[in-house]
């Protein structure tokens, strides 16, 4: 298996991709894991509370380009020194060019289990962490019809054990 590889793993809340990254870095040889959420906190004036047309309030994120350069580099860095890199969670279409600015992704995976899955998942989270059903809804509907991650490897995660996602993504990744 080739060490250098850069791989995408993206997908609604509730898909697994911040267990699946974790196990997949953890069983692969020199790789790291790149969790996109602890990068973009390092920005926490990026963050507003706004309302949508609708008047619902809602928290956005307004430094995408900033946040994807950053990973970028980082990935680079860690690709300089040998290792396979995973880059995890959810990152705004603003972001992905500015990863790729800095480095190529070879791998792109989208995690996409069936919606009420998803919904049940964010229920066993803790209460501080659960999005709620509208906010999966939204995800989910979002990355089953942008064609922005057309060029994704679909994963249906819906009846998938951690290991059984993990393992069809290391498969790919040699």
């Not at 307004?62 to 980082?74: A, D, Q, S, Y």
């Not at 906010?135 to 490897?153: L, M, R």
Request: proline fraction near 3%.
């Amino acid at each position: 298996m080739s060490h250098l590889f850069i791989a995408a793993i993206t997908g609604p809340a509730g898909s697994g991709k911040t267990s699946v990254s974790a196990k997949l870095t953890k069983q692969l040889p020199k790789c790291v894991n790149i969790e996109a959420d602890h990068v973009k906190h390092f920005v926490p004036s990026g963050f507003s509370y706004d309302k949508d047309t609708d008047g619902t309030e809602r928290w956005n994120f307004n430094e995408w380009e900033l946040v994807g350069e950053c990973i970028g580099m980082l990935a680079n860095k860690f690709q300089e020194k040998g290792f396979g890199v995973i880059i995890n969670g959810y990152i705004d279409e603003l972001g992905w060019p500015a990863i790729e600015k800095q480095i190529k992704i070879t791998h792109k995976f989208l995690l996409l289990p069936h919606v009420d899955e998803a919904k049940l998942r964010d229920l066993q989270r803790p209460r501080d962490k659960a999005m709620g059903e509208k906010a999966i809804q939204e995800h989910h509907d979002y990355f089953s019809s942008n064609e922005f991650y057309d060029d994704f490897i679909k994963i249906d995660s819906t009846k998938q054990t951690i290991d059984e996602t993990v393992n069809s993504i290391a498969k790919l990744l040699v």
